[in-house]
């Protein structure tokens, strides 16, 4: 069965921590996406980043960085010197376009809430 | 950069009225989905429509839900008869190819 795992409900950190957001996912398939969406309290959806299944290289944005390992199905994100505007609830999210009659749907974890502090 | 819009951002209802979201989604994009989030909780699928017709729906989407694109830019979600539980933050969403969805901003649905 597909399913995406955040383990972490809450995590409250001080400004300048780096915090690491965990996703673990379960699929069907060997293709596969891999995505984060923050949603901060006014309630859209950001995106973040999307992953392929192909393409285990850890990418760096900024701050931000994803760490994509296959062999333990986790995908976590780390936030490096954390700042109040990073508080959200980030959601980590699987698509399987390409199993039976998938069109492509996401399906979401249930969200980390992250709280950053002066 | 396009965009997807949706109307209205907040919706107030009356248990038992019928309620149609309205979504504009990116001009060529062919694939179309709605997500339900209810307050608290994750996002959660709803249903996707490509070519004209529902291509695979979730298990809550049931006979209250419909969908259409009644004229090739608008993407609507139409619940017959709202219920308490109905109350959540609707989510349009659009894809080109069958990888993502490009998000809009959302409906936040409350019931009374």
């Known amino acids: 069965a597909q399913k995406v795992t955040q383990a972490q409900t809450e995590i409250s950190v001080v400004e300048k921590e780096d915090v690491t957001l965990d996703c673990v996912y379960e699929?069907?398939?060997?293709?596969?996406?891999l995505f984060w969406y923050k949603q901060p309290p006014s309630g859209e959806l950001v995106f973040l980043i999307r992953?392929?299944?192909?393409?285990?290289q850890n990418e760096i944005s900024g701050r931000y960085s994803w760490n994509f390992q296959k062999s333990t199905s986790s995908f976590n994100f780390t936030i490096t010197a954390s700042q109040v505007v990073d508080s959200a609830v980030y959601f980590c999210?699987?698509?399987?376009?390409?199993?039976?009659?998938?069109?492509?749907?996401?399906?979401f974890g249930k969200g980390t809430k992250l709280s950053v502090k002066p | 950069e396009p965009e997807v819009t949706q109307t209205p951002s907040h919706q107030v209802t009356q248990m038992g009225q019928e309620v149609i979201l309205r979504c504009v989604p990116i001009?060529?994009?062919?694939?179309f989905y709605w997500y339900r989030q209810i307050l608290g909780q994750k996002v959660e699928f709803l249903v996707s429509?490509?070519?004209?017709?529902?291509?695979?729906k979730s298990e809550i989407f049931d006979d209250q839900f419909s969908v259409e694109r009644p004229d090739g830019s608008n993407f609507t979600l139409k619940i017959r008869s709202t219920k308490l539980e109905d109350s959540a933050m609707y989510f349009c969403?659009?894809?080109?190819?069958?990888?993502?969805?490009?998000f809009g901003p959302g409906t936040r649905l409350t019931v009374t």
């Open positions: 429509f490509y070519n004209n017709e529902i291509s695979e």
């Open positions: 969403a659009s894809s080109e190819v069958r990888i993502d969805g490009v």
């Open positions: 699929t069907r398939d060997t293709t596969y996406y």
């Open positions: 001009s060529n994009h062919l694939y």
């Open positions: 992953r392929n299944s192909f393409d285990e």
């Open positions: 999210a699987l698509s399987e376009p390409n199993y039976g009659g998938s069109q492509g749907n996401l399906i």
